[in-house]
């Protein structure tokens, strides 16, 4: 079926680098993605999001990338802390009139200081 | 930013009970709230979509018999798992839409520990 899913369930990265974490989705009627961080024994918590009628959008360190021609998403975090190590998920909406998200599988976020 | 909360933060029961779970709104009026389970290390997977007023409607394979959602009012939904059983122990976090924010918008809860023993 289709799907939200990303390619590297663990990443690894020294404090201070900057991070992408990397989100492939196969509908193409999705029209809204999200970054969430979601913290052990948390719930998710909004980092950027990003419509389909763009392709990069900035936050405060955090700049979301998607590539609609490929179907990816992208999550750059830049001089990467300790607290930013967590699971990091995209979600999709996709245009069926509902506002449920659909989750990837998510990447663990490893900062080494 | 708009707060949603859960209560209880965690819950152990013993198999064959109900648990209740509640998500509230604190400082907005969501029309639409959602229910997710999660289980260790994995995803977030959407059980439900509770509308105010209205009965709710259940993803494929979430049995609507053992998970009873209401949403009676606009701040408040509630999760009961009947019957529970030890294959039900999860993470459970609600969210909530609002309508006066961006369409999709949604506001998480902090979760539920919910250990059936």
């Known amino acids: 079926g289709e799907s939200v899913g990303l390619h590297l369930p663990t990443l690894s990265v020294q404090e201070g680098d900057n991070s992408i974490i990397n989100c492939a989705y196969s509908?193409?009627?999705?029209?809204?993605f999200i970054w969430y961080k979601q913290e052990s024994g948390k719930g998710p918590q909004f980092i950027i999001d990003i419509r389909s009628n763009m392709d990069k959008r900035q936050g405060q360190r955090v700049t979301v990338l998607l590539n609609k021609t490929v179907k990816h998403l992208s999550l750059q975090i830049a001089a990467t802390q300790p607290g930013d190590s967590a699971v990091y998920f995209c979600a999709e909406n996709r245009r069926t009139g509902r506002r449920a998200l659909t989750f990837g599988s998510g990447t663990r976020l490893q900062v080494q200081p | 930013g708009a707060v949603v909360s859960q209560h209880p933060s965690w819950v152990i029961c013993k198999s064959g009970t109900s648990v209740k779970i509640e998500c509230r709104s604190l400082d907005f009026q969501a029309t639409t709230m959602f229910w997710y389970r999660q289980f260790p290390k994995q995803s977030l997977m959407l059980m439900a979509t509770?509308?105010?007023?209205?009965?709710?409607?259940?993803e494929q394979g979430v049995e609507k018999d053992k998970f009873l959602i209401n949403h009676a009012s606009l701040t408040l939904s509630t999760l009961t798992v009947t019957s529970a059983h030890p294959e039900d122990s999860s993470f459970y976090i609600c969210s909530a839409s609002s309508p006066s924010g961006i369409s999709y918008e949604q506001y998480f809860g902090p979760g539920t520990r919910l250990t059936v023993t």
């Open positions: 509770s509308n105010e007023g209205s009965k709710a409607t259940y």
């Open positions: 509908n193409s009627a999705s029209d809204y």
